[in-house]
C-alpha cells in the first residue's frame, strides 16, 4: 500500500547548526510534498510544500529539495534556532478531483539545544 | 488562529458512551477530512468528505461515523468505543480539488 519512511525520528542539533530530515514514499502518483511542523500541544502547521514539477524550494531558513526518479525529498533548515525544536512530519499526496489524500511520515522530533 | 475550530479540546468517555466531535472551517473550503494522531504513530487518515459527500473511508471501523452537513462542518460521531481508540483526533479542510489542508487544534479523546 501508500507508504512514507520518515527519517531520523529524533534529532538533536546545537543552535546555529543545520538540520535534515529525509522521507521516501512508495505512490508513484505522488505529485505533492508538504512539511508540517506540530510544537507540543498544538495543531500541525504547514510550512513549506513543493509539487513535483520542481526540484528545489526555499523559504528563508527552510528549504526542501525532492527527487522523483529516487522518490525521496529532504527538509533542511539552517541556522536552527530554540524555537524550531517540535516534531516534524513529511507527507506525500495526490490531488483527485474531490480533494487531497496526503499519507503521513512518522514524523521526526527535533530538538535545537541553546 | 480561527480558520479551523474544532469543539471539545478534551474528552473522556466511557466505552458504552455516545459523544460527538465538532469540527467547523471558516476558510471558505469545500474539502473536510478527519486524521487520527496516536503517540509514535504517524496521522492516519480517515475520511475524507468533498461537497459533503464522502469521497474516502479507509477501513475505520463503523464505531466512528462520520457526518458532514455542509462544507463548513463536520462531525465524527463515536459510540462504544475502545481503550486503543484514545488519540488526537484532527479536522483538517482544503478547496475542492487542491492539496494543501489546513489542520484544527484537535480533540485529546481518552476512552476509559
Known amino acids: 500500500g501508500e507508504n512514507v519512511e520518515q527519517h531520523p525520528s529524533t534529532l538533536s542539533v546545537q543552535e546555529g547548526d543545520s538540520a535534515v530530515i529525509k522521507c521516501t514514499y512508495s505512490?508513484?502518483?505522488?505529485?505533492?510534498f508538504p512539511w508540517y511542523k506540530q510544537e507540543l500541544g498544538k495543531r500541525p502547521q504547514l510550512i513549506i510544500d513543493?509539487?513535483?514539477?520542481?526540484g528545489e524550494k526555499k523559504d528563508q531558513r527552510i528549504a526542501v529539495t525532492l527527487n522523483k526518479t529516487a522518490k525521496h525529498f529532504s527538509l533542511h533548515i539552517t541556522e536552527t534556532q530554540p524555537e524550531d525544536s517540535a516534531v516534524y512530519f513529511c507527507?506525500?499526496?495526490?490531488?483527485?478531483?474531490?480533494?487531497?489524500?496526503?499519507?503521513f511520515g512518522q514524523g521526526t522530533e527535533l530538538s535545537v539545544k541553546p | 488562529e480561527t480558520g479551523v475550530t474544532q469543539t471539545p479540546r478534551h474528552l473522556v468517555m466511557g466505552m458504552t458512551n455516545k459523544k460527538s466531535l465538532k469540527c467547523e472551517q471558516h476558510?471558505?473550503?469545500?474539502?473536510m477530512y478527519w486524521y487520527k494522531q496516536s503517540a509514535k504513530k504517524p496521522l492516519e487518515l480517515m475520511f475524507v468528505?468533498?461537497?459533503?459527500?464522502?469521497?474516502e473511508n479507509n477501513s475505520v471501523p463503523s464505531r466512528f461515523s462520520p457526518e458532514c452537513p455542509n462544507s463548513s462542518h463536520l462531525f465524527l460521531h463515536l459510540h462504544t468505543l475502545q481503550p486503543e481508540d484514545s488519540a488526537l483526533y484532527l479536522c483538517?479542510?482544503?478547496?475542492?480539488?487542491?492539496?494543501?489542508?489546513?489542520f484544527g487544534p484537535g480533540t485529546r479523546l481518552t476512552v476509559l
Open positions: 483538517a479542510s482544503s478547496r475542492q480539488g487542491s492539496d494543501t489542508q489546513y
Open positions: 505512490d508513484s502518483a505522488s505529485n505533492y
Open positions: 513543493i509539487r513535483s514539477n520542481v
Open positions: 507527507a506525500a499526496g495526490h490531488t483527485y478531483n474531490q480533494g487531497g489524500k496526503l499519507i
Open positions: 476558510l471558505g473550503h469545500n474539502a
Open positions: 468528505y468533498s461537497l459533503e459527500e464522502r469521497v
